[in-house]
């Protein structure tokens, strides 16, 4: 069974500060995506990395897929308040382009 | 209107009461999905539908009935449901052979069963 695990699964920092969540699988995936959910709101895509080893920026955010595509990371640079959320990450089932499972997520919290 | 729209945002329902939940997508995509999202678990897929017609039901009990007229709306159609199965109700869609299925998502519908 494919699962993908991120951690941690809550995070509280102050505004300014830099961290780092994870997303990882025992599976290979063919490429994964990076969503960001506000509370209120559905999840909205962030970013799709789909070659191992590939790093994706989006202004503050780093992204990395993991060299044998089993894990990624998500990096953040001086978070501010706006970046609060719950970031979810997702792949393909069954390895190959289809249908998403998701993982459960990590809630970030950017205090001022 | 732009993306997906969901309606009601918030409903509240008895466990004999019967409701619709309504999605509509002004994408031009031509895959809709039903998700659930609790707390402590990850997003949950329940249907998809592609090209109008249903591929994939997840195991979701029958009080769950899903309609999709033409590829911009989907319903789910809910009778005598339980507590349990409050929730964020999420569509989304995407386009069928996109390289990738990325998902738009809707803002959701949150349900409460009393």
């Known amino acids: 069974t494919q699962l993908l695990e991120q951690s941690p699964q809550f995070l509280s920092i102050q505004e300014g500060e830099n961290l780092t969540v994870y997303c990882n699988s025992s599976?290979?995936?063919?490429?994964l995506q990076w969503y960001r959910q506000e509370p209120g709101e559905g999840p909205v895509l962030l970013v799709t990395?789909?070659?191992?080893?590939e790093v994706k920026k989006l202004k503050r955010l780093t992204f990395q897929f993991g060299d044998a595509r089993k894990d990624s990371s998500l990096h953040i640079t001086a978070a501010q308040p706006g970046d609060t959320g719950l970031y979810l990450c997702a792949g393909p089932r069954g390895g190959s382009q289809g249908n998403l499972i998701f993982g459960k997520g990590t809630k970030l919290s950017v205090k001022p | 209107e732009t993306g997906v729209t969901q309606t009601p945002r918030h409903l509240v329902m008895g466990m004999t009461n019967k409701k619709s939940l309504k999605c509509e997508q002004h994408l031009g995509h031509n895959a809709m999905y039903w998700y659930k999202q609790s707390a402590k678990k990850p997003l949950e897929l329940m249907f998809v539908?592609?090209?109008?017609?249903?591929?994939e039901n997840n195991s979701v009990p029958s009080r769950f009935s899903p309609e999709c007229p033409n590829s911009s709306h989907l319903f789910l159609h809910l009778h005598t449901l339980q507590p349990e199965d409050s929730a964020l109700y999420l569509c989304a869609s995407s386009q069928e052979g996109a390289r990738y299925n990325e998902q738009f998502f809707g803002p959701g519908t949150r349900l409460t069963v009393l």
């Open positions: 539908y592609s090209l109008e017609e249903r591929v």
């Open positions: 599976s290979v995936f063919s490429s």
């Open positions: 990395v789909v070659t191992g080893g």
